[in-house]
Structure formats: C-alpha cells, structure tokens
C-alpha cells in the first residue's frame, strides 16, 4: 500500500498564496501520476491539477495561471503551489497517486487538507 500524507492547507486572504505538500510512503513502489482534488461543501470532488512521471501537466481552467503543480521523483512528493487565492477556492484539497504496488496499478488518496479563502 500507499500512504500519502498531505501538509500546507489553512486559511488565507484572497489574493494571498499557500504552498500543498503531499509526501508518499510505503513498500516497493513506483509512482505514475501524481495530482491534486478538491471537494468544496456540496459539490463533488474536481480535479485541479495532475502531473504525469513525464512531467507533462493538466490544470482545470479554474486555476489557470494562479495554481503550478510540480514533483519531486527522489522524495516521491508532489506540490502545488497555490497564488492569486479567490474564496471559490476554499475546499478540501486530496493528494493523489496512481502508483505500482507490484501486482499493477492502484489509485491512493491521501486524508485531505482543508485551504480556507477569506474575501
């Protein structure tokens, strides 16, 4: 299995920046993609953003040139880096893998952290 553990969430002004951090643990295995999910109260879980082992990025337009996901292979750690913060961002943010375990592909989330915008 595949533990991810998020850190970095908390409450911010609009217009302020907050970074996400979201490390991997576990035994024997390699991460594929790597990505970030939000779920605001009432509204389903949407994709923010996703960065492959290539390093090939997605972005849902909401967060088009405020948001930049990046990854670090060697600390098995993926960021997104948060600018320009609007309170339609408020929402828990879930840290996501797609990674090998050995016997394939599974999909792991971490716990999620709470980003609070204030207008």
């Known amino acids: 299995q595949v533990q991810l553990v998020e850190s970095g969430g908390g409450l911010a002004q609009a217009g302020g920046s907050l970074r996400l951090s979201c490390a991997a643990s576990?035994?024997?295995?390699?991460?594929?993609?790597m990505g970030w999910y939000r779920q605001a109260p009432g509204k389903q879980r949407e994709m923010v953003a996703i960065?492959?082992?290539?390093?090939?990025?997605t972005y849902v337009d909401s967060v088009k040139g405020r948001f930049t996901i990046s990854r670090d292979n060697a600390k098995k750690s993926v960021y997104l880096q948060m600018n320009n913060l609007k309170p339609e961002d408020t929402a828990v943010y879930y840290c996501?893998?797609?990674?090998?375990?050995?016997?394939?592909?599974?999909?792991?989330w971490g716990q999620g952290t709470q980003v609070t915008v204030s207008s």
């Open positions: 960065i492959l082992s290539t390093g090939a990025t």
């Open positions: 996501y893998t797609i990674a090998d375990i050995g016997s394939g592909y599974r999909h792991f």
């Open positions: 576990g035994r024997r295995f390699s991460i594929n993609t």
